[in-house]
């Protein structure tokens, strides 16, 4: 296998030359890997195109930090144009094998990072403390506050929790595809994610001005 394109090059950025779209196929994600395993560049870069928006909004959620997604997500395209023929088209699709790859690099990025991750967990409460000093605070800035406390709160979940979570509601896959991605049983998967909303919810109640036991005298008191 040659050396691999330089990052800058992955996305194709030269206009191609204009096809009547009767003549070409567009090549499939099996086509192209093909084409990877002979050091072909261009199909590397259509790849790239396809699925790096996705893995790396799942990176970003995974690991929080964007600068720690990014190296996530250039490693795992590394590893595809090394090791193109991991993907085998007879265990499932392309994206599915890239995603859970990504998966599996958030994590251990996830796990080196541990340490730096406490000591910034404070960051959240301060950026809402000084909000709510300001009482003429305008929407655009509170919802970049809340947007910060979403992230923060994810960030102090523990790591499986924040896995299924960041899987299920942000990858878009079900608790089936969760439990195979992560290789725990489904009903581990089922109770991680109750346990992770409900621990998410409880830490941003006060910031969106709810009150989780609220429903719950309401519903002992008789009233609606």
Known sequence: MADPPTSSSWSRTEE????APQARR????????????QGDAQAFAELFDRYSRPAYSLARRLCVDPEIAEDVVQEAFLNL?????????????FSTWLLTLVHHRAVDAVRRESAVRRRTAAEGDAVAEEA????????????????GQVQEALRRLPD??????ALAYYGGYTQGEVAAMTGVPLGTVKSRTFAGVRRLRGMLSSLLGTDDDAPRRNRKGGRT
């Open 160 to 165: 499986e929790q924040r896995q299924v979570i």
């Open 16 to 19: 191609e030359p204009t096809t």
């Open 81 to 93: 144009w090394r090791r193109p023929q991991g993907f085998r088209a007879d265990r499932g699709s």
């Open 26 to 37: 567009r090549p499939t994600d099996a086509d192209l890997v093909e084409l990877v395993t």
């Open 132 to 147: 709510a000093a300001g009482p003429d605070v305008d929407q655009e800035a509170m919802g970049r506050v809340i947007g």
